[in-house]
């Protein structure tokens, strides 16, 4: 009796491994799904300087994946997929020791790997990077009315990753 308990206990083990493969062909040869509201990390060029002195509202800016995006033990988006985000407010320092801020909103990633969208379509991003300067008003105020101290500019470090979500669901295809 126990001889046919065993087969029967590996004929189990196999067919769940054979299945598991097979699902994982599966995933790996049709569609499947990143959910809105998946977050995923987000980084700069490291050589770019991004600050409110050098950039203006509504600059594109080209951001990359900075992790892979796994669902299941699959990669769908491979790391470096390329991106945009544009520059949604830049104030530059001023004098009186008032310090500058930026804003960057992620917009979109193209999907890179055995997975993309129909028609180079792009999945959409929200999310956001921000920098502020310094003030430097007190010390303006004291030395001369302040007409020559600017406070320091908003910058956004291209050596760290951000945070971005998903904005809606994405269905991707294997190519």
């Known amino acids: 009796m126990n001889k046919r308990i065993s087969k029967i206990f590996v004929s189990l083990i196999l067919f769940a491994f054979a299945l598991n493969i097979f699902a994982v062909n599966i995933a790996v040869a049709g569609k499947i799904m990143i959910p809105k509201d998946t977050e995923v990390k987000i980084k ?7 600050n409110s002195k050098t950039t203006s509202e509504g600059i594109p800016l080209l951001i990359n ?11 769908i988006v491979e790391k470096g997929a390329a991106g945009t985000a544009t520059v949604a407010e830049a104030k530059k320092a001023k004098t009186g020791g008032k310090g500058g801020y930026i804003k960057i909103e992620f917009i979109d990633l193209e999907p890179k ?3 993309g969208l129909p028609d180079g379509e792009k999945m959409k991003l929200t999310g956001n990077a921000e920098g502020k300067g310094k003030n430097k008003t007190l010390l303006s105020w004291l030395l001369i009315g302040g007409l020559f101290i ?3 500019e908003g910058t956004i470090s291209a050596a760290q990753y951000y945070d971005a979500t998903i904005a809606e669901n994405v269905i991707l295809e294997s190519e």
């Open 44 to 50: 700069f060029d490291p050589n770019m300087v991004i």
């Open 65 to 75: 994946l900075a992790e892979d995006i796994v669902i299941g033990g699959v990669t």
């Open 150 to 152: 600017k406070g320091k």
């Open 113 to 115: 790997g055995d997975f």
